[in-house]
């Protein structure tokens, strides 16, 4: 039985294409999330190694934002005890996996440090503003942003707000963020850091920021 050369060459080709839009996804994904749950993970062993050597979180945010800058990025890898830090880690693994599939390395990173800075200093300036300022870390903030961009990024979630006006686009972001807050509310948590986050995270899903 004669074989066309052909068709031998272009299933060889679809099958390359495969494996390469396979090899780019877990790539995006050991370099996105994967180093995110890596750098959580050194940055909240050497948080508890500084809270048992001297009873201090040397990476929380806390009011005045200007003295110690570097808590800005760093309180957004830092995490109080394993059961914090595994909780943010899961949603991160999850939700910055779907991320990635049509994002680029840098604008994932970009956009997980500058959601999880935001949430956190938007936490600490209004609970100063009422009165009791409050310290915060963890990436929780950039975790729900991440959720709420897949919430309304999705071709669902597209298709819907595209015939959609401005003020119902609006009245549906916020309804997204303000439910992703009380989903995960609590005393013991930074509730005004994971509205913001679920904020931003949802507009820039409706403007697909992180479309390269």
């Not at 994904?29 to 040397?58: E, I, R």
């Not at 309304?152 to 439910?179: F, M, Q």
């Amino acid at each position: 039985m004669d074989i066309d050369p052909n068709i031998e060459q272009h299933s060889r080709s679809e099958a390359d294409n495969v494996d390469g839009r396979n090899s780019g996804f877990v790539t995006r994904l050991v370099a996105g999330p994967g180093v995110s749950l890596l750098l959580m993970t050194f940055v909240s062993l050497g948080t508890w190694t500084g809270y048992q050597a001297n009873n201090v979180d040397p990476f929380v945010l806390q009011s005045p934002l200007t003295e110690e800058w570097w808590q800005l990025p760093l309180s957004t890898f830092a995490h109080q005890g394993s059961a914090h830090l595994y909780g943010n880690a899961m949603m991160i693994a999850i939700f910055g996996a779907v991320t990635v599939i049509s994002s680029s390395v840098l604008r994932y990173h970009i956009f997980f440090l500058a959601t999880g800075i935001a949430s956190g200093v938007a936490h600490v300036m209004v609970t100063g503003a009422l009165g009791d300022a409050g310290a915060v870390l963890g990436a929780s903030g950039a975790a729900m942003g991440l959720i709420g961009y897949v919430f309304v990024s999705n071709d669902i979630s597209d298709l819907i707000l595209s015939r959609a006006s401005w003020k119902v686009v609006v009245i549906l972001v916020l309804g997204v963020s303000l439910s992703l807050t009380l989903w995960s509310a609590s005393l013991a948590v930074a509730n005004v850091s994971h509205f913001v986050g679920a904020l931003i995270g949802a507009f820039a899903g409706y403007f697909h920021l992180l479309r390269p």
